[in-house]
């Protein structure tokens, strides 16, 4: 079977690692050059790519199962493995430490060696059909037969536009953010952490997070609400380090004396909770021949990094239906099925959980007129022991939103009580934009930071 796949990020090349190696003869292309020699990785039109990221197990067992020579690599670049330690179960698989640089440089250097697998630099116009089923690409103008087309195009993929239903469900989800990447000093410990992965701390107006990668890398994010004009400044160095050196926390990750900035300020833009699967333009059965996975599929908040956790059972479970199906033409339903149940469910829970905390950023209470989000629930829980039951099933998403279902009303409880989540001790929103207007004014109108 000749396979035609749409983009060499991670859902792209594994895709076409996996079939390449079942004997197929696969090209992907991308935009991309790949990665230099040495210097930075630009990896223009991925806005992600330099943010912070979280890999879960899903990840590396997906990979380990379809791609291992991948997995060495990743690791032998740096990955850290890591466990949490679960009250009443113990040690369990956490996933990896590692920047997603460092991740897709491991998969795009292995690809080279996989017989049957080419990346090929270019852009794809648009997606060939004839006789009611998918015929190929077309690539910088010119046809690239294809029996199969693997969309892997990410979220910002038009490519098959002119085949595909838009976007369905959920849309802009009312966050933005900034990140910057440091490294600790030689020597120097970590700062405080709330688990093997991550700190965080919810502020009145934003939020806060440090993700720590391979090698004494972090990210630093700080989260507010898209409408939130004032908090636009933290896009500029001297504001985000003033809010750094304010914030309990961040300021000890980010002392000087215990580490460097290793990138600019990187301004991350709206997120989006959007999820599109397989339909066809007209609402219906999707083009037979054709198929989208990771990002082209859905895509959530990456505040607490389900994306790559979503895309790899994805391509898991669409090689397996490939494996069991000799005419790819007839493995878009049942995948599109498959991702309803899947994959679906964990968008609806982000647009629940953002939509709910950019109201209570606003000023508004828990509401108890409807289901409490999902990020309530688990709040909750600092009153109620009992909900903790179901906290590890969700939290690794190895069970579906729906798993917090029967400790909700015990949430409630605890809320109907009157108890609410306190903010974490920091600077006000309004403190937080005395702070950057402060700052700004003493370096004068500073541009945002630049490659």
């Given at each position: ?36 020699r040495q210097g930075v990785w630009a990896r223009r039109g991925v806005m992600q790519f330099h943010h912070a990221h979280g890999f879960r197990p899903q990840v590396g067992q997906v990979l380990q199962e379809e791609w291992p020579a ?191 900035p290793v990138t600019p300020v990187l301004p991350g833009g709206a997120l989006h909770n959007v999820y599109r699967g397989q339909r066809g333009t007209g609402g219906g059965s999707g083009l037979p021949g054709l198929v989208s996975v ?158």
């Amino acid at each position: 079977m000749r396979v035609a796949v749409v983009g060499a990020g991670p859902a792209g090349l594994l895709m076409g690692s996996a079939l390449a190696s079942r004997g197929h003869e696969v090209v992907a292309v991308e935009r991309d050059s790949g990665p230099p020699r040495q210097g930075v990785w630009a990896r223009r039109g991925v806005m992600q790519f330099h943010h912070a990221h979280g890999f879960r197990p899903q990840v590396g067992q997906v990979l380990q199962e379809e791609w291992p020579a991948a997995f060495a690599a990743w690791t032998a670049l740096g990955a850290e493995p890591i466990t949490f330690d679960v009250p009443g179960v113990g040690p369990v698989p956490g996933g990896h430490r590692s920047r997603r640089d460092t991740f897709e440089r491991a998969l795009r250097a292995t690809s080279d060696g996989v017989a049957g697998f080419a990346v090929r630099q270019g852009h794809v116009d648009g997606v060939v059909s004839r006789g009611g089923r998918v015929r190929g690409i077309v690539v910088d103008g010119r046809p690239l037969d294809a029996d199969l087309v693997v969309d892997a195009s990410g979220r910002s993929g038009r490519a098959a536009d002119d085949v595909r239903a838009p976007s369905r469900v959920g849309g802009p989800c009312g966050m933005a953010y900034v990140d910057r990447q440091y490294r600790l000093r030689d020597g120097a410990d970590p700062g405080p952490m709330a688990n093997p992965l991550f700190w965080r701390a919810d502020f009145d107006g934003y939020q806060a997070i440090v993700f720590l990668h391979e090698r004494g890398h972090f990210s630093v994010v700080l989260v507010r609400p898209t409408a939130d004009a004032a908090l636009k400044g933290l896009r500029h160095a001297a504001a985000f380090d003033a809010a750094c050196s304010a914030i309990p926390g961040l300021a000890e990750w980010t002392d000087p004396a215990r580490a460097r900035p290793v990138t600019p300020v990187l301004p991350g833009g709206a997120l989006h909770n959007v999820y599109r699967g397989q339909r066809g333009t007209g609402g219906g059965s999707g083009l037979p021949g054709l198929v989208s996975v990771g990002d082209a599929v859905a895509t959530t908040t990456p505040t607490v990094g389900r994306g790559l956790a979503m895309a790899f059972p994805q391509c898991s479970r669409l090689l397996a239906l490939l494996d069991a199906e000799a005419d790819p033409a007839l493995v878009g339903e049942p995948f599109d099925a498959w991702c309803e149940d899947n994959t679906l469910p964990w968008v609806r829970d982000h647009i629940r959980v953002d939509g709910d905390q950019i109201r209570r950023w606003q000023g508004g209470d828990v509401d108890l007129t409807r289901p409490l989000p999902s990020d309530l629930i688990l709040a909750a829980a600092r009153v109620d022991r009992r909900i903790d039951r179901a906290a590890p099933g969700y939290l690794g998403m190895v069970d579906l939103p729906s798993c917090l279902d029967p400790v909700e009303p015990l949430a409630r409880a605890v809320y109907e009580s009157g108890w609410r989540p306190t903010p974490d001790p920091g600077p006000t929103r309004d403190e937080l934009v005395g702070l950057i207007e402060a700052a700004v004014d003493r370096g004068g109108r500073i541009a945002a930071d630049g490659w």
